[in-house]
């Protein structure tokens, strides 16, 4: 198969059999040559199947034309580079909207999906703050503090990234912040995922997109949690990445797989934060 390009090649090996991430990019990174991939997978799997599997790829990237959806590979320039240093970086990523905000400074604000009146007054604050010193907010477009932070964001004509649990075609979920999604993208925002065109939201989805939340921003901010939920699952990725994490959040006294986490009491800390941000970067 001549002048496949290296994003046909990604998303047709993901679609195929028993391939996963990690085995196409051993294959790339062993080979570096996209013709003999091609060669070896149809040789593994048989024409029939390759083919099958590559109209499905040229349907998709089609229909991601139409909808005006971007289809990145991690070796693009626009590509966010935050990503790279994750050990599982996703190898293909789907946007819409702005996409020059991928290697902006980023932060991710999250938080449970029911605040405190103090929690959305403390996310509103510090959000705009942020927003104010040109950071893009990075959050999961969730009800509560999501809602909170994207919708604060843009009202202080700030840009933000929603990071989706579902194929960027399909319907928002929850319902109620399809307006908010539509204002994203008309306000030069971005909505983002992993997950190919035509994936419908799963459970599942909901708690793998919060490694991707924490793994794109610079660092986390949490406004307010429980003791269980995706924030949860959000914080210990962040750890787990090396990124630098804070808390608004006073009852969150414990650490976090014994790193202790930066408390955000004053705008002071916060200030001492970001340039934290700014040295690890």
Known sequence: ???????????????????????TLHYLQKYNNLQLIVHKMISKFGVTTWNRCFKLVTTEIEHAKASK???????????????????????ILYAKGNIGLL??????????????????????????????????????LAKGCDTCVHRTCLNNEGQTIAVLAAGLDQPVYPQQ????????????????????????LRPQ???????????????????ETGRAGGTNITMNF????????????????????????????SENDIQKFVKLLESTK
């Open 1 to 23: 198969m001549k002048n496949i390009s290296l994003t046909q090649l990604i998303m047709t090996c993901l679609k195929l059999p028993r391939i996963g991430p990690k085995t």
């Open 69 to 91: 959806i971007n289809i990145l590979n991690y070796q693009e320039a626009s590509y966010p580079q935050s990503l790279l240093t994750l050990a599982n970086f996703p190898l």
């Open 103 to 140: 290697n902006q400074k980023k932060i991710a604000l999250i938080g449970t999906r029911k605040p405190t009146r103090i929690g959305i007054k403390q996310g509103q604050k510090v959000t705009k703050y942020l927003v104010e010193i040109g950071y893009v907010i990075v959050s999961g």
């Open 177 to 200: 912040n399809r307006q908010l999604a539509a204002d994203i993208i008309k306000n030069k925002g971005l909505l983002i995922s992993t997950y190919p065109l035509g994936t419908k």
């Open 205 to 223: 989805y909901l708690a793998a997109r919060d490694e991707w939340q924490s793994g794109i921003g610079d660092g986390v901010i949490v406004i």
């Open 238 to 265: 962040c750890l787990k990445q090396h990124r630098p994490l804070a808390r608004l959040d006073t009852k969150i006294t414990k650490s976090v797989n014994n790193t202790v986490i930066w408390p955000l009491h």
